[in-house]
């Protein structure tokens, strides 16, 4: 029977020295594999006390990343441990997402008024009335 990890057991194996993810509701122990990621260690420590899910299935790893999961396991994560099971990668797209809509927002009333102007511009000058 595999060991059941709790949100706070979770989050207190979160440093470089001793990090755990939570991948497709089960707990893994990476931080002997911190070193070798091709990605870098970053990657893996920006996914620490949360859910890395979408993160993990997001980059498209290869079926050797994923024989190594086994190895690698600590147990299954309790799910009514109090962790909201969103990635800090879907997060920080959500982020991104909302900045570029504000933009694109802003721009939606610039360009229409200065298109008015350009052509109430044209109009006045076009007509000889200087």
């Known amino acids: 029977m595999?060991?059941?990890?709790?949100?706070?057991?979770?989050?207190?194996?979160?440093?470089?020295?001793?990090?755990?993810?939570?991948?497709?509701?089960?707990?893994?122990?990476?931080?002997?594999?911190?070193?070798?990621?091709?990605?870098?260690?970053?990657?893996?420590?920006?996914?620490?006390?949360?859910?890395?899910?979408?993160?993990?299935?997001?980059?498209?790893h290869s079926d050797e990343a994923r024989a190594l999961l086994p190895g690698l396991l600590v147990g299954d994560f309790d799910k009514n441990s109090g962790l909201d099971l969103k990635s800090g990668a879907a997060a920080a797209q959500a982020t991104r997402v909302a900045g570029a809509v504000e933009q694109t927002s802003n721009m939606m009333y610039f360009v229409p008024l200065a298109l008015l102007g350009a052509y109430f511009g044209w109009r006045y000058y076009s007509t000889g009335s200087v």
């Open 2 to 60: 595999s060991k059941t990890v709790t949100f706070e057991q979770l989050k207190s194996h979160s440093t470089k020295d001793d990090i755990w993810l939570l991948i497709s509701g089960k707990v893994y122990d990476v931080t002997k594999f911190l070193d070798e990621h091709p990605g870098g260690d970053e990657v893996i420590l920006a996914e620490a006390s949360q859910d890395a899910t979408e993160g993990f299935e997001d980059v498209g």
